[in-house]
């Protein structure tokens, strides 16, 4: 009897694990039907990044992306609510004009900086004025009082508009190599030239304006064709605005010939005071351990020189998708997976590390962060993130992940913990097993990370569906593996730049009064 007892409680238990396998097997293949056969993907991304443009803190179009993100949750069932964290300077873009209106009439490509005042209807029309060499900040202060009256042309000017791989393809070796050795000249007089000034790139405008100057003229080529950082002005009452390369540099050559080009900028922007900023939460509560959390991670501002399509448009849509994907298909999860839209990543990852010092029972609770923000590639890196025994759970997880998705993954265990550039170090910093999900590049640095171009044509769908679909599938394994996961740290090695020893990054304060000084 003892032995057919035995017996039966072995078939019982194979036969169990026969089941969760297969049922293991079917969500999996379920998840990936859903991906591929009714992927949302493209329609929310014309909705985010056409009809709503970009993301901006502080702006309406923030705001108005955030109640976007709630209702579409809605659609699908999905519990969701702003949470504010903070306020920031509000600001609205309005209509930019810069024209060039002497020696000869031409439009130019421009735009207003963020958080820039607006000039009045009649706009700021004047000469344009480059800068001189400074032997040192004695030779600068003498020579400021000439810029009183004149727009000032801050940025140097670019030996070429062609991207180096261009260069590589087309010009013989002597040529490239020449040309980068006299742009590399270029610069570095350029950079001492700004350091000699006593001001850095940062603050040098705010000077500008002191002495008088009526305007400031940028362009932050970002070394690929038609592309231009777009960043915030560092003026308060004068316009700054960022031109194309092709214009700044046609000007700067006017202005160096003696030809006095003179341009009118007419930005008209508004003020909007102190507003409320937000994350956006949304949550599919777990039913067996709801105080355990697998959380989807992705910031949701963006600058707004374009419509934040990579930058993080593509993370934005890649949790959405898998959240819905999750909902239909995976509707009553183990742990609870909670999807972070955080706010003002751009200015410090003000958002998720506000969510972090507010909700420690949350954090404490963490079971795994997703965190996807470096475009529009599919994943080809992961890392343990300083988690000594990362290798143990995410490596379970991976091995569920059909290799379609997977084959290009790289990984790093333990790794060490990330101290900044997104938003899952916000949780590293607090000791939560928080990983990027780190895609491949398609030229994001020059084309589309904080430029004029990052736009919905740059989305790579196949990629992202990529992403959707194993940002899904992890999320499911996480939710059902029977073991919480350890968050024991490695012994961090001696930093190569200072000679210390590593030590694990501390959680920053978050900015929850921004840009009101």
Not at 123 to 147: E, H, M, R, Y
């Amino acid at each position: 009897m003892k032995k057919l007892r035995s017996l039966l409680a072995v078939t019982l238990l194979l036969c169990n694990a026969v089941v969760n396998a297969q049922t293991q097997k079917d969500i999996i293949e379920a998840i990936e039907k859903e991906g591929n056969g009714n992927s949302q993907l493209e329609q929310l991304a014309y909705e985010l990044m056409d009809l709503n443009g970009p993301r901006l803190v502080g702006t309406p179009e923030m705001k108005t992306a955030h109640d976007w993100a709630i209702n579409t949750y809605k659609k699908w069932g999905i519990s969701a609510e702003n949470q504010q964290w903070g306020t920031w300077k509000g600001w609205q873009r309005g209509i930019t004009h810069v024209d060039m209106v002497s020696p000869r009439v031409a439009s130019l490509h421009a735009t207003q900086l963020a958080w820039n005042p607006s000039t009045d209807k009649k706009g700021v029309t004047a000469s344009l004025i480059t800068l001189p060499s400074f032997a040192d900040s004695l030779a600068f202060v003498k020579w400021l009082p000439s810029v009183k009256g004149k727009i000032i042309m801050v940025s140097m000017l670019q030996p070429t508009g062609r991207p180096d791989e261009n260069w590589e393809e087309y010009a013989t070796k002597e040529s490239f190599e020449k040309m980068k050795s006299e742009r590399d000249s270029l610069e570095k007089i350029w950079r001492q030239n700004i350091n000699n000034t006593g001001y850095t790139s940062r603050n040098i405008n705010a000077a500008f304006e002191k002495a008088g100057a009526v305007g400031i003229a940028q362009s932050r080529w970002s070394e690929g064709f038609g592309a231009n950082k777009i960043f915030s002005a560092g003026t308060e009452k004068i316009p700054a605005v960022d031109i194309s390369l092709e214009d700044y540099g046609m000007l700067y050559r006017m202005v160096e010939h003696g030809a006095n080009p003179q341009i009118k900028i007419v930005a008209e922007s508004k003020d909007l005071g102190k507003v409320p900023t937000f994350n956006t939460i949304a949550t599919i509560p777990g039913t067996e351990f709801p105080d355990e959390y697998v959380i989807l991670s992705a910031h949701f501002d963006s600058w707004d020189g374009a419509t934040g399509a990579t930058d993080n448009g593509t993370g934005t849509i890649t949790m959405l998708e898998a959240a819905r994907i999750l909902k239909k298909v995976y509707p009553n999860p183990k742990r609870t997976i909670l999807i972070g839209h955080w706010g003002s990543e751009e200015q410090g990852l003000n958002g998720s590390s506000s969510f972090v010092q507010d909700h420690p029972e949350i954090v404490s609770g963490v079971q795994a962060v997703f965190n996807q923000d470096n475009g529009t590639g599919r994943v080809v890196n992961l890392s343990g993130q300083g988690f000594l025994h990362a290798y143990d759970y995410l490596g379970r997880w991976l091995e569920a992940v059909p290799e379609t998705y997977k084959n290009e993954i790289e990984t790093t265990f333990p790794g060490s913990p990330g101290r900044g550039g997104s938003d899952y170090a916000s949780f590293v910093a607090a000791g939560a097993p928080a990983f990027s999900l780190s895609s491949l590049s398609w030229d994001y640095w020059n084309y589309t990370w904080h430029t004029n171009l990052d736009t919905y044509d740059k989305i790579v769908f196949d990629d992202v569906r990529n992403n959707a679909i194993l940002t899904a599938i992890l999320t499911y394994m996480a939710c059902e593996d029977p073991e919480k996961t350890s968050r024991e740290k490695a012994v961090l090695g001696i930093n190569p730049r200072s000679g210390e020893k590593g030590e694990w990054p501390t959680p920053r304060t978050p900015e929850r009064n921004g840009g009101q000084e």
